[in-house]
């Protein structure tokens, strides 16, 4: 499913950050290539940002203590998150103290850790109370929470959020930054972030507020997502006319990026308010025809821009990922079970190889329940995923990763996860090592099942 705000880090970020002076973070760890590398080495670090050339140091046992860190296997997101901890308690004041923090952030999120991300965030925000990214983070972590503190702690981050994109769309474009692309930006942070505080004040059950969040947002950078939300909230405030409105808008946005069974649900939600009114559906192709040629006209500047942006969502517990038939499978559904995901594509040739072992790992697990296996497809081509299943004969669940892929930060094919019963990274390893790889990842899966 996609995620609006999600799509802020996607489009924006690269300008915004600049924007903002957050060149910290960006020389900490330079964004990854856009394709990935079927021929990725197992052992590729995701962490040698620290390590490259850094200003003498005055503390020596600080150098040494980032090398033994990059040293650290890239397998062990936990084991990494650890060491970032420790260096930092060790080392209070030191001047890579922000790098440090910027890098445990990211590492957590990629980890699915959120405490540890929450704590990193909170540090960092300390020394630069407006960042975007920051606000937008802290916002989304917290609402994964149930607890009410968490709540309250969601709604206050998203006001600020609110409160600084509204403060960035009156100031003046930097000069490096085209007038009409500035004018685009500051519009997408700004529906996320009144889209953010939407979610947090309907998942606190203030559904006036949260619509009024909601109505902003669609009305600054409209978005299928946000229509359907402001659908959904106006069915149960039985605010039927709000409701028909609200998904025509989700159901005929011109976004090619839609799954048609995204939109095939979409169609039915309209179909349904509009029936509850008018008892019939006379008159709806009429409305889906007009509205269409409204939004195609109004958007039509955007969704050329736009391009083949992917789909994400923040959280990966709240991803649906679709089945080879088209039904879905909701990651939320597996908290719980030591979850095994090997990312793969039909054009990568080590692909093949590895789903052949992962079979065998498959066999061995056969008779332990608390263990699922998915193979991960990411062909942007999905006609082509049939043939070659067919071809190969794999037995392993095959399903769609929709963006699953960026969210996890899967930069090389194939790549194989291990998510704890929580749901954290506990395992990864990036390319194929086929000597190793079967006795490597049972270890793997048998220490995450004792750990619970």
């Known amino acids: 499913m996609t995620s609006f705000s999600a799509r802020l880090r996607a489009k924006a970020t690269s300008l915004v950050l600049a924007t903002l002076c957050l060149a910290s973070a960006l020389r900490a760890q330079p964004s990854p290539p856009d394709e990935k590398d079927p021929a990725a080495k197992p052992q590729e670090s995701t962490t040698r940002p620290l390590t490259e050339k850094p200003a003498p140091s005055p503390h020596p046992s600080e150098e040494e203590t980032l090398r033994k860190l990059s040293e650290l296997s890239p397998h062990d997101p936990q084991a990494l998150i650890k060491g970032l901890e420790d260096f930092l308690g060790r080392f209070p004041e030191s001047p890579r103290r922000e790098q440090v923090l910027r890098t445990l952030y990211r590492q957590a999120l990629e980890a699915n850790d959120p405490s540890k991300a929450i704590a990193a965030a909170e540090k960092l925000l300390e020394r630069n109370a407006e960042d975007p990214d920051l606000l937008s983070g802290l916002t989304d972590l917290y609402d994964r929470q149930t607890d009410s503190a968490s709540r309250s702690k969601a709604l206050g981050y998203a006001t600020r959020f609110v409160e600084h994109a509204e403060k960035l769309a009156k100031q ?253 990274v506990a395992f990864r390893q990036a390319g194929l090592d086929p000597l190793r790889f079967v006795s490597t990842l049972e270890g793997k899966i048998r220490e995450a099942l004792e750990k619970n």
């Open 172 to 424: 003046s474009p930097p000069a490096e930054i085209p007038a009409e692309k500035w004018t685009e930006v500051h519009s997408l942070i700004r529906a996320t972030a009144y889209f953010m505080r939407g979610k947090v004040n309907a998942k606190s059950g203030e559904d006036e507020p949260a619509a009024a969040d909601f109505e902003k947002s669609l009305a600054i950078y409209p978005t299928a997502e946000v229509a359907e939300r402001l659908g959904d909230l106006a069915m149960q405030r039985n605010e039927t006319d709000r409701a028909i409105d609200a998904y025509a808008t989700a159901f005929t946005i011109p976004d090619k990026r839609m799954e048609p069974a995204r939109r095939e649900q979409i169609r039915r939600k309209l179909g349904s308010a509009y029936l509850s009114k008018h008892h019939t559906e006379k008159g709806l192709g009429d409305l889906i025809l007009a509205r269409y040629d409204e939004l195609a006209s109004s958007l039509a500047t955007r969704f050329r821009a736009e391009g083949k942006a992917g789909q994400e969502s923040r959280d990966p517990s709240e991803f649906v990922l679709q089945r080879l038939d088209g039904s879905e499978l909701r990651l939320r559904e597996l908290r719980g079970k030591v979850v095994v995901m090997d990312f793969w594509a039909t054009w990568c040739g080590p692909c093949r190889l590895q789903g052949k072992l992962i079979e065998q790992v498959v066999e061995n697990f056969r008779q332990e329940p608390a263990v699922m296996f998915l193979a991960v497809n990411t062909d942007e081509d999905r006609a082509v995923v049939p043939n070659f299943l067919e071809e190969e004969k794999w037995t392993t669940p095959v399903v769609y990763g929709l963006g699953l892929d960026r969210l996890l930060g899967i930069r090389a094919l194939p790549t194989v996860l291990v998510l704890d019963r929580e749901g954290r």
